[in-house]
């Protein structure tokens, strides 16, 4: 069989916008997850801004780990967006969810003072941007599209 099954995108009804931003989502997750693994400092503090001082093993580790998570999540992200799009509502779900999550916790349960990284407002964007897509990936063509 392989590694990767035949493509499903001939399956996929949704909007083809949504499988876009799923990539466009995969990219920008796929660029920190680079940083955090391979920058000297994971941009803990060329990013982040971060200064951990004796703690820096253990916050470069959790960057690093981090990092790993984001090029994994994004690869299949970017699997589902060119391949296999029949996942994509199932994806932006996922999405949403995180990014939601993760605003969540930066913004209201434990919000930080001083500097915020970037993936701070990121989610802001992401949240409610993932949920719109998934509507769109969920809806049920006008017209009935030519296969290719």
Known sequence: MGLLPPSTNADYLGARVSAWFLALAAAL????????SFLP????????????????????????????????????????????????????????????????????????????PPENYGVLATAPLAALFLILALRSPSRPRRRR
Not at 29 to 36: C, D, K, R
Not at 76 to 105: C, K
């Open 41 to 116: 400092d994971g941009g803990m503090t060329s990013i982040a801004g971060l200064a951990p001082g004796a703690a820096a093993p253990m916050v470069l580790g959790a960057f690093r780990w981090e990092g790993a998570t984001q090029l994994a999540w994004g690869g299949a992200m970017l699997a589902v967006a060119l391949r296999y799009r029949t996942l994509t509502p199932l994806f932006l779900a996922l999405l949403a969810l995180q990014a939601g999550l993760s605003a969540l916790e930066v913004w209201v349960l434990a919000p930080m003072q001083g500097h915020r």
């Open 29 to 36: 997750t796929l660029g920190p997850g680079l940083v955090h």
